[in-house]
């Protein structure tokens, strides 16, 4: 068997590659290479002065929204009241075609 110390030199490993697995799959690990794995404690050490990991910030992404008058004045009604609720626009079922095409350019100004 060759030591971890050795075997980490060649290929430029270190302890803090292995901190997602447990002390057991690190030996499984050492085992199936025949290599001589450190003490528990070493191990875990090292997992304990490594800083803890904070979760990624989810960003999400502004989609600009950009309505075309002359796009939406060719739209039927009904297509024009599903693009009112699908972002989100407040309108009544009695509105004419025109005061939807103006509810949806008026999300071009809010942008």
């Given at each position: ?11 430029k ?13 690190y ?9 001589e794995?450190?003490s ?7 997992k ?57 350019l ?6």
């Amino acid at each position: 068997m060759v030591s971890w110390k050795e075997f980490a030199q060649r290929r430029k490993l270190n302890l803090e590659m292995f901190t997602k697995m447990t002390y057991k799959d690190y030996c499984d690990w050492c085992s199936i290479r025949s290599v001589e794995p450190v003490s528990q404690d070493s191990f875990e050490g090292v997992k304990s002065i490594l800083p803890p990991k904070l979760p990624e910030l989810v960003v999400e992404e502004t989609v600009s929204i950009s309505f075309d008058a002359k796009e939406l004045r060719k739209m039927r009604k009904t297509a024009l009241t599903k693009l009112c609720q699908k972002h989100d626009v407040e309108y009544e079922e009695s509105l004419t075609k025109n005061q939807l095409v103006r509810l949806l350019l008026a999300l071009n100004n809010n942008v």
